[in-house]
């Protein structure tokens, strides 16, 4: 290789050392698949065994596949502070408890008051029918007694001989001991009812009560009933069951509440079971699955009509269509062998995978096709013997390897970054997400090239497409001259590439770039990171329903929280204090941490509260008969701890305390105590949807861990809510996207850097991609999407996406030889725009399949995907060919020569001699020696 650099006007010009080692890495990488061609071309057969067995090989490892589909293993941060208290948590109160609700409310709008006996009446038989229906598993029968919650409480009056007073319910019904008979006789029901406690308790279980001066209920809009079951779940090959409370939920309460809605007219009931969720999301995944076989199809019906040139007869290309949906699964079940066999965890997000491979994988079939068929211009098929259709496979593959490498390797380390995300689905996900498309590329530059090399002896041979075993009559092929200018290249080069690289056009793009990028970051600053859980349940889903009830009926009642004490002897040497520790929770639910106000029992349940009142009263004849010091509280550790035991007990007077107390194993020592509060709801109207506010969610975490911490005069103690695992989802998903999303942008320059060999294309490769990402976040904004777990996954693929299409262009762009900057842009996009192009389509109509699905997840995914593949391929093909007009690098030694300079007569050429700026060395050995492999089609 020289220094010096002859350009078009036949003046030499001293390359810069940056330029001389971007024609040694050009050489290199196109040497190394020259060579790899030649194997691949003259062995196809061998090529396409080995890479079958090597993807079947690797697939057995799917037998170690680890499915998980809890929650709190999926989407819940490793490792953090909100982890810790859940665990510090159930080691003293264990999970035991699976919910169901009912709220109940008046159809009739003229009168919405649901207070009323024969509303009443109504909830009574189906309550009746819930408590008392049978569900069988594995031959042994269940009701809600044998299932529910042991608890006391829940009667006005305790019957020992109704196993309802020892079940976990809550309900106004109650005070009528959930007795039918004794509703029915009851003639004063509305004073019956008013006995049930305070205002506030009452506002608990009666939805907008309306009260009068005297504070006494005269009518409410709804009534809720809540039943609690005993959780028996167990963890079997990563997926938590319950099948025996699974199925009384839905034989039972689910049969029962949905024949109600059609057999009591006159009320409306909304309903939530604890299996709801994983019923609707779950069916709604499953059956949303039809639409990514429909997009296979779609695929391939448009690849068949857009890789050949013909859709039927010489020159289709149906059978290399077919062949690149086999590269995309074999990638797809070798990596996710390869995968499992790293003991990465498989969830439910993990299904739209094989979608995403099917557009990058797509992407390198178009332009390894097109490169086929570059190197045949001029080249009718007949007068290519063996030797010369397998070089010239050889010279394909070195003219499209540095592009899908780039492309794929870009893609690889985008995903790689991102594996180490602290959200293990993420993690997992992207760690999968690598390792198939490394396999993609493995295989598109083996399986796919040999396929194409026995396509192209087919049709040498003029056999049928899909049918290779039957042969055409033999009819001269007068026309085949080579392979010419598709429609596209054509489009590019005569009206796309004039337009957008005259003056007026290069300024037009400019202008609308600037404001396209101008809008993308006003529309990144305002995109909020939300708590879209709701989104993941079909819009006709009754789980919806409910939450708008809940919303409309119960506003204040929000998520529960706990404040766990621990350490026995400093319980009760603070006993005054934490007897009175509503004083300090007072006044903070307009404000962080927004809890709501110690008023009810719904809102605040405190044992030590609940004794001092018991004892003042009572003293402790009913709970052992200990002395009681000057305080009124039992004047010994050990007393106390006796009389505590003997209060909130099942069958104590204080049994609605029974969940709240941890004893040691003899009861002899208190472990710790919890007290409970609860949260308001913390929601937000969002374009006309209700949705959890996330910003509030987390300064309500972080204050009531900043109250908690500042309570030193109390014994240690530390606040638990269910939420928080989800709420630190928020905090660091915000941070890992902007984190993670310039990690993978800096290493797509880097590696840009490296492949594409040139500082300048490299930028503005960077630049582009930059410029695309912070533009899908700003179509985000605009059409309602946040930031959550399913987004950014989506984020961190269309970096690797939209680098595709600008990285084509831009290797390219350096290997079209010239002095002039406009018409090496104009070859580039005659050259590879086609293929940019049509895998661009093909990836967008498969996602536009998906924007039909109800499921959020593929709802997401084809949006993004469909902004990913419209800004990206927009952006490579307008974007970057006007600013490599103007600013882009001096080509490659090795470039073709520009089309207008050269002579008539060397149209059609001597594709050998082309092939040493393809690795000359590699082509004399095989000259010299190297055996080529004679197969046919």
């Known amino acids: 290789m020289t220094s010096d650099q002859t350009d078009t006007s036949g003046s030499a010009r001293k390359k810069s050392c940056s330029e ?61 502070e909100a982890e810790v208290e859940q665990k510090q948590f159930l080691s003293y109160f264990p999970a035991n408890s699976r919910f169901q ?130 959780d028996r779940s167990v963890v079997e090959n990563g997926s938590q069951t319950d099948p025996i409370n699974e199925a009384w939920e839905e034989t039972v309460f689910l049969a029962n509440v949905e024949a109600a809605k059609t057999k009591y007219t006159n009320i409306d009931l909304s309903y939530l079971s604890s299996r709801s969720f994983d019923d609707e999301f779950g069916g709604e995944i499953g059956g949303d699955l039809i639409y990514v076989q429909i997009s296979y199809i779609v695929a391939f019906v448009f690849l068949g009509a857009t890789m050949g040139n013909k859709l039927c007869g010489r020159g289709s290309r149906w059978t290399m269509a077919f062949s690149a949906l086999m590269l995309v699964a074999l990638s797809t079940v070798a990596g996710f062998g390869i995968a499992s066999l790293g003991g990465l965890l498989y969830g439910p997000v993990h299904s739209v995978l094989p979608f995403v491979l099917l557009g990058i994988g797509v992407d390198d079939a178009f332009v390894i096709a097109n490169a086929f068929d570059r190197e045949r211009e001029g080249v009718p098929r007949d007068t290519e013997d063996d030797e010369s259709m397998v070089k010239r496979g050889a010279r394909a593959l070195a003219r499209s390897g540095a592009s899908i490498t780039v492309t794929s390797l870009t893609d690889l380390v985008a995903f790689a970054i991102s594996s180490s995300s602290a959200l293990p689905a993420l993690g997992s996900f992207c760690a999968f997400a690598s390792i198939n498309i490394f396999f993609l590329w493995a295989l598109s530059a083996t399986f796919f090239t040999a396929t194409m090399l026995l396509d192209e002896k087919r049709q040498r041979a003029n056999r049928r497409d899909m049918l290779c075993c039957f042969t055409r009559k033999a009819i001269k092929d007068e026309e085949d001259t080579g392979s010419k200018e598709g429609i596209i290249s054509k489009y590019f080069r005569n009206y796309h590439a004039p337009a957008i690289l005259s003056k007026p056009g290069k300024a037009i793009c400019i202008a609308v770039f600037a404001g396209l990028f101008a809008f993308g970051v006003y529309g990144t600053t305002q995109l909020p990171v939300e708590d879209s859980s709701r989104n993941f349940i079909p819009s ?102 006796q009389a ?23 009861a002899s020592d208190l472990n710790a105590f919890r007290v409970k509060l609860e949260y308001v709801r913390l929601t937000k109207l969002r374009r006309g949807d209700v949705i959890d506010d996330a910003d509030r969610q987390i300064k309500a975490m972080d204050a009531t861990r900043d ?59 960077t630049v582009n991609v930059a410029f695309c990402i912070v533009e899908i976040l700003g179509f985000m904004y605009a059409l309602g999407l946040v930031i959550d777990s399913v987004s950014v996954i989506n984020l961190v693929l269309a970096v690797g996406l939209s680098v595709d299409y600008s990285a084509h262009i831009g290797h390219c762009f350096m290997v079209k030889g010239g002095n002039s900057r406009d018409h090496r842009a104009t070859e580039a996009l005659a050259d590879i725009g086609a293929s940019v192009l049509n895998g661009a389509l093909s990836t967008f109509l498969a996602v536009a399949v998906l924007l039909f699905s109800t499921s959020y997840v593929f709802k997401t995914l084809s949006t993004q995907f469909a902004l990913t593949v419209g800004l990206g391929v927009v952006h490579g093909l307008v974007l970057l060919p006007v600013l490599l007009s103007l600013v882009g690098p001096h080509p490659f030694s090795s470039a073709e020569e520009p089309k207008e300079v050269e002579p008539e007569a060397t149209k059609v050429i001597d594709k050998t001699e082309h092939a040493e700026s393809f690795g000359a060395d590699a082509l004399q050995n095989d000259e010299d020696g190297e055996d080529v492999e004679e197969e046919e089609a």
């Open 644 to 666: 505590l035991g003997l209060y909130a007990n099942i069958r104590g007077p204080g049994a609605r305390y029974a969940q709240d107390v941890a004893m040691s194993s003899d």
């Open 540 to 641: 006709d889903s009754y789980i919806n329903s409910y939450a708008s009830a809940a919303d409309e009926y119960f506003p204040s009642s929000g998520t529960s929280l706990h404040i766990t004490f621990e350490n026995g002897r400093d319980i009760y040497n603070n006993r005054e204090s934490l007897a009175a520790l509503d004083n300090r929770v007072k006044g903070l639910s307009k404000e962080p941490p927004y809890i709501a106000e110690p008023d009810s029992d719904s809102t605040y349940q405190n044992v030590m509260t609940g004794m001092k009142i018991f004892l003042s009263t009572y003293g402790t004849g009913a709970i052992g008969n200990m002395t009681l010091g000057d305080d009124s509280w039992p004047a010994t550790y050990d007393d106390f701890v």
């Open 101 to 230: 609700s009912v709220i109940a409310s008046s159809i009739d709008e003229s009168s919405k008051n649901v207070l009323t006996k024969s509303q009443l009446v109504n909830m009574m038989k189906l309550h009746e029918s819930v408590e008392t229906d049978v569900s069988e598993y594995e031959g042994t029968k269940y009701t809600f007694t044998d299932l529910c919650t042991v608890a006391g409480g829940s009667c006005s009056t305790y019957e020992p001989t109704n196993p309802i007073c020892n079940c976990l319910v809550i309900s106004i019904l109650k005070m009528w001991n959930y007795d039918l008979a004794t509703l029915e006789a009851d003639e004063d029901f509305m004073s019956t009812l008013n006995n049930y406690g305070t205002k506030e308790d009452l506002d608990g279980v009666l939805g907008n009560a309306v009260f009068d001066s005297n504070g006494k209920v005269i009518s409410a809009e709804a009534i809720s009933l809540a039943y609690f079951l005993a």
């Open 20 to 80: 001389s080692a971007a024609d040694k890495v050009d050489s290199s990488i196109s040497g190394l698949f020259y060579r790899l061609g030649l194997f691949c071309n003259g062995r196809p057969k061998t090529t396409i065994g080995i890479a079958l067995a090597v993807s079947i090989l690797c697939a057995m490892g799917m037998a170690k596949l680890n499915t998980e589909n809890r929650p709190d293993k999926l989407w819940v941060p490793q490792n953090t």
């Open 707 to 765: 109250m908690v911490g500042s309570w030193t005069d109390l014994p240690e103690a530390f606040p638990y809510s269910e939420k928080f695992i989800t709420v630190e989802g928020f905090k660091i998903i915000n941070t890992e996207l902007y984190r993670n999303v310039g990690l993978a942008i800096m290493a797509v320059g880097l590696i840009v850097l490296i492949t594409v060999a040139n500082i300048v294309t490299a930028l503005l490769i």
